[in-house]
C-alpha cells in the first residue's frame, strides 16, 4: 500500500485555533515586546482616554504635527471634540496619553518609549513656541503658545484670486 504524503494528511484534519493570542499590532518604532506591554497596559487602564490603540494613534498625531513643512513655529489646535478619539487630534492631549501610558509600564518599555519621546520632545520644543502666560502647573508640553493654524499657512496669490 502507498503512503500517504504529510500534506494529504493534514489536508484531512480539522483546522486548529491557536492556543495563543494572536500577536498584538506592532507599535512602528519600537519593538515587539514594547508593544507587547503597551497593549496589556492599554487594556488594563481605567484611564477613560487610555484604550487599545490609543498609544499607536498619539505617537502617530505626534510625529504628524513635528513633520509640518517649513520652519515656521507650529501651534497646537485644541479638538474639536471631547471624546476619546477625537481628542487626541490636539497633539497635547496626544502627549498627555502618551506620558500617562508610560507610567504603567514596566521599568524597560518605558525606557524604551521614553527614549522614542525624547527625539521627538527635542523636535516639539524646537518648533514650537513658549506661552509666558501658561500656568507652572501645567505640564512642559502644555506650556507652549497655543490657538494658531497647526500648519503654515501657503502665502495667497493674486492669480489665485478671481
Known amino acids: ?16 485555533s491557536p492556543a495563543w493570542d ?6 512602528q518604532g519600537l519593538s515587539v515586546a514594547t508593544s507587547v506591554a503597551i497593549g ?13 490603540g490609543a498609544t499607536d494613534h498619539a505617537l502617530w498625531e505626534y510625529r504628524a504635527f513635528l513633520r509640518a513643512p517649513g520652519r515656521r513655529p507650529l501651534y ?14 490636539d497633539v497635547r492631549h496626544a502627549r498627555d496619553v502618551l506620558e500617562e501610558v508610560m507610567w504603567q509600564l514596566p521599568s524597560r518599555p518605558r525606557a524604551e518609549l521614553r527614549h522614542r519621546l525624547r ?14 502666560f501658561a ?12 490657538g494658531g493654524r497647526s500648519v503654515p499657512v501657503v502665502a495667497w496669490s493674486a492669480n489665485w484670486v478671481r
Open 119 to 132: 527625539a521627538l520632545d527635542a523636535q516639539y520644543l524646537k518648533r514650537t513656541l513658549p506661552d509666558p
Open 135 to 146: 500656568p507652572h502647573r501645567d505640564s512642559w508640553w502644555r506650556r507652549r503658545l497655543a
Open 1 to 16: 500500500m502507498p503512503r500517504r504524503r504529510p500534506g494529504a494528511l493534514r489536508a484531512d484534519q480539522p483546522p486548529r
Open 22 to 27: 494572536p500577536p498584538p499590532d506592532r507599535i
Open 40 to 52: 496589556q497596559a492599554e487594556r488594563l487602564s481605567d484611564d477613560y482616554y487610555v484604550y487599545p
Open 76 to 89: 497646537p489646535q485644541a479638538a474639536e471634540c471631547s471624546c476619546r478619539g477625537c481628542s487626541i487630534d
